[in-house]
């Protein structure tokens, strides 16, 4: 009705200044923890520059703890707001506190990852631990998870079963949860292993947040038949991404080519959760893992080396030609490239700068974003 339009505007405009001050509050929390990383000897080399391979250059680890930071308390102080506005405009108690469960169980799953990501910065965790953890880290998502167990079945599949007319989705209950628990997972790991250039990291989940509010805009601006429990999901996933792209913005300044720092395992599993926890409590997963495209990509590719078929060094990042200046793709044994769309690239379209690099496989992201926008358009018409 109207007092909830009037409620849901004021809420996406709380959420909007909200998100301007983490904004503002990363940019004054990443110098400071920059020079408290550097002073505890956690600086990474920047393994595609000119010298720095003999360690010349030392850039300070751990950025994302800024990122995790902010984003924690732009959560926390919008969940007093959200509740202020609530009462303001006279809405149900009720309406508040469920908007509190949801936004306390996205809070501990992002709060568990960051932390996660952090104990893996200063004690670099063994890769075991690190699929496993985001798994308990996405419990409290799913026990929370208020939304529909369905699919919707495609036209032709119905017609070629003979589903009755009325019938259009069927309830995979149980198996539901658990694609949404591997969906997590995925999300929560696959940035991390698409990395290693400067700007990537940041710059991917950068574009990846901003397709997920621009398909939240959309569906709440463009289907006024929309059930309000779906356009509660959408003004929810908002408040989730909106501080994100703001604190990955600031972040972005200081981590694009050439890094002042390095975003560190403390951001790249932060990202990953808060955009799978963004996409899940949405309700629009499915198109989450469209978006997540050349991530899908570059863990399959990966699938030999994660699981050791073909041997996986620390480091699967390109080599720097110190006489070009051009990056190059690595090996992993005497035989094999390293298997990753990083080294992919630069077998597909030749040689070419770290910033080049970087800027190719954006273009690439934001190709895919915008592909699933197209495909999501195509096959709603089938699936209806
Ligand atoms: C993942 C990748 C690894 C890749 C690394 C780079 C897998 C299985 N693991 O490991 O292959 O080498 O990320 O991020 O795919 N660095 C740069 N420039 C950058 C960013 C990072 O030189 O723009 C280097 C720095 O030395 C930095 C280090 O990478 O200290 C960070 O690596 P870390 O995040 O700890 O590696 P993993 O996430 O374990
Ligand atoms: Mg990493």
Redesign the pocket.
Known sequence: GGADNVGGATSTLVCVVISILAYWMTMRLIPFVAAKTLSRNM??????KRGTRRGETR?P?SAGLACGGAYAMALTMQQLCQRLVRVAFGQSAGSAESWAVESNSALACVGYMVFLGFV??VL?LP?RAKIVSPGFAALPLLLSYGGATTVLVPSPVRAMFNFPADVRSIDIGALYMVYMWLLVVFCSNSI??H???????AGQSLIIAGAVLLLNVMALTSDPSDEPITAGAHLFSISLVLPFIATTLALLTHNWYP?KV?V??TY?YFAGMTLGVAGTLGHFSETLLLFFFPQVLNFLY?TP??FKFVH??????PIFDPKTGLLHPSKATETRYNM?LVNLFLRLFGPCTERALCVRLLVFQASSCAAAFVARHVLTGVWK
């Open positions: 600086f990474g080399k920047d393994l595609n850039v680890e893996d910065d670099d890769w991390n292993i990395a290693g250039l400067n700007g990537l990291e890094s390095f560190g395992d790249t990966s080396q994660l996986c060094p620390r480091h699967r990042l990753n």
